[in-house]
Structure formats: structure tokens, C-alpha cells
């Protein structure tokens, strides 16, 4: 198993930046890909950015270019961290986990809230 625990969820004004944070229970070199998913209100959970074992990353559209995914081996833990927030990525943002030939596992969320 694997538990995940996400932090670094807030409120910010519009055009400003947080760093959200995944902390693993196992080392992160065992999981395919990690990554980074949010579900607005009404809304579907969407992928936001995602990283392979090799380190290689995809973003969606929507934040190319001002999200930047990142991982740090020997603590274990994934990063987000979101430059130029628009109120459209309020959401609850979840790190998902998916180790080879397991179930994926995710994180309880953490809430981002930017105001206008």
C-alpha cells in the first residue's frame, strides 16, 4: 500500500503562487508515474500534471507554461507548484500514485482557492 498526504492548499489572490506538496509512504522510485489531479465544484476530477519514473512530465493545456511538477527522490515526495493562479483553478487538488503492476492510490486532497 500507499498512503499519500498532500499539503499546501490555501486561499490566494488572483496571479499569485502556492507549492502543494505529496509526501509518500514508500520510496517514489517504485511508482509508473505520479501525479497531480483537481476537481472544481460541479466538476469532473481532470489531470493536471504528471511525472514518469524516468522524470519525464505532461501538463494540461490549461496550465502550461505557469504549473511546473516536480519530485525530490530521497524525500519521497512530489511538488506542484502553481505560478500566476487564476480563480479558475480553485479546486481540490488530490496526488495520485500509480506503483508498477499496482492499484493506483490517492491522497485526500487539499483545497486551492484564488480569489479574484
Known amino acids: 500500500q500507499v498512503q499519500l498526504v498532500e499539503s499546501g492548499g490555501g486561499l490566494v489572490q488572483a496571479g499569485g503562487s502556492l507549492r502543494l506538496s505529496c509526501a509518500a509512504s514508500?520510496?517514489?522510485?517504485?511508482?509508473?508515474?505520479m501525479g497531480w489531479y483537481r476537481q472544481a465544484p460541479g466538476k469532473q476530477r481532470e489531470l493536471v500534471a504528471r511525472i514518469f519514473s524516468g522524470g519525464s512530465t505532461n501538463y494540461a493545456d490549461s496550465v502550461k507554461g505557469r504549473f511546473t511538477i516536480s519530485r525530490d527522490i530521497a524525500e519521497n515526495t512530489m511538488y506542484l507548484q502553481m505560478n500566476s493562479l487564476k480563480p479558475e483553478d480553485t479546486a481540490v487538488y488530490y496526488c495520485?500514485?500509480?506503483?508498477?503492476?499496482?492499484?493506483?492510490?490517492w491522497g485526500e486532497g487539499t483545497l486551492v482557492t484564488v480569489s479574484s
Open positions: 514508500r520510496s517514489i522510485l517504485s511508482m509508473n508515474h
Open positions: 495520485n500514485a500509480q506503483p508498477w503492476a499496482e492499484m493506483d492510490y
